[in-house]
């Protein structure tokens, strides 16, 4: 399963970015998929997930209210809207899939639970 993310780039605080992420060599419809960040020097963290039919998103409280996660199964291709940015949100984003059982399963909120990942995208955010 490969995964490539893009849309990352340079934002004033306050202003939006959509990433996105288009996963291929597997059934998208499979995976649930999360988005995850690491800024210098901290541990990456998570950001939000969405479950293998999308009905059901979880966010970071830093997030809440800011991101919305959503997928298209058809286009085998899960998005990330950031709105509202923050000088905070700067790190590299990263999308990540992990295949599920279950249509409903919520997927962790542990980076080490995803066995796939893309290559990374930056988001700067000035003050």
């Known amino acids: 399963v490969q995964l490539q993310a893009s849309g990352g780039g340079l934002v004033q605080a306050g202003g939006c970015l959509r990433l996105?992420?288009?996963?291929?060599?597997?059934?998208?419809?499979?995976?649930?998929m999360g988005w995850f960040r690491q800024a210098p020097g901290k541990e990456r963290e998570f950001v939000a997930a969405i479950t293998r039919g999308g009905s059901t998103t979880y966010y970071a409280d830093s997030v809440k209210g800011r991101f919305t996660i959503s997928r298209d199964n058809a286009k085998n291709t899960v998005t990330l809207q950031m709105n509202s940015l923050k000088p905070e949100d700067t790190a590299v984003y990263y999308c990540a899939a992990v295949r599920l059982m279950s249509w409903y399963q919520r997927p962790s909120r542990d980076h080490t639970m995803y066995p796939y990942w893309g290559q990374g995208t930056q988001v700067t955010v000035s003050s």
């Open positions: 996105s992420c288009v996963v291929s060599g597997g059934t998208f419809s499979n995976y649930a």
